[in-house]
């Protein structure tokens, strides 16, 4: 059973906005949506997290769905270097975290 | 912060030796690690958890007497892949979880490359 659902594939034009969106219909209250992303040959490197409230860094912003249900997760002005398979995962309950296939973004100059 | 790093970062050895890979959390203690395996083009899948001082648990489908975790310290867990045949060839992943942080967020280490001939 895939716990979260994402696109395979996504494009998105350099310096453009980028909405990643993710369905985890079976989280539960307590559990963290949180989002990776992963570039070849690298181990996943965080990009934020969240449980109820939009969350905002550096990197990107987390808006999370008033049902937690789904997230989309923003990447305010694409650039290059954010070409990567991006993660959204939970710990649904336990302590692991279990990895879905991921979102392939790829960014068009 | 959070910084997790593995060690080495290749490896290429003959097929039904061992090879023991690193995994040490730089700027924070671990009580928990994780231990990834990822093949071409798959995403990442568990192989086992690690908690200090205790036996590692391992998922199903994953032999604990080929894949020996230790994690004798705050800060570092191994991997020893033991025997190792062609089919082990893969990326293996080791991540963190801050014991302060809460909220289950792992830290993930560069990777490690193995290769068996």
């Known amino acids: 059973d895939a716990k979260t659902t994402q696109p395979n594939s996504m494009e998105s034009n350099e310096e453009e906005p980028v909405h990643l969106p993710c369905n985890h219909s079976t989280i539960s209250g307590t559990d963290y949506i949180h989002w990776y992303r992963q570039l070849p040959s690298q181990g996943p490197e965080y990009v934020i997290h969240g449980l109820t409230s939009n969350v905002n860094n550096r990197m990107a912003s987390l808006a999370i769905a008033e049902d937690r249900k789904s997230s989309t997760l923003i990447l305010h002005r694409a650039t290059l270097r954010d070409a990567a398979v991006y993660y959204c995962?939970?710990?649904?309950?336990?302590?692991?975290?279990?990895f879905g296939t991921g979102t392939r973004l790829t960014i068009i100059p | 912060g959070a910084v997790v790093s593995q060690h080495p970062s290749w490896v290429i050895c003959k097929s039904g030796t061992s090879v023991k890979i690193e995994c040490r959390s730089l700027d924070f203690q671990a009580t928990t690690m994780f231990w990834y395996r990822q093949f071409p083009k798959q995403s990442l899948m568990l192989m086992a958890t690690s908690n200090e001082g205790s036996k590692a648990t391992y998922e199903q489908g994953v032999e604990k007497d080929k894949f020996l975790i230790n994690h004798a310290s705050l800060t570092l867990s191994t991997l020893t892949v033991t025997s190792a045949h062609p089919e082990d060839s893969s990326f293996y992943i080791c991540s963190a979880r801050d014991a302060l942080a809460g909220a289950e967020t792992q830290y993930f280490g560069p990777g490690t490359r193995l290769l068996v001939l």
């Open positions: 995962t939970s710990n649904f309950g336990n302590e692991k975290l279990t």
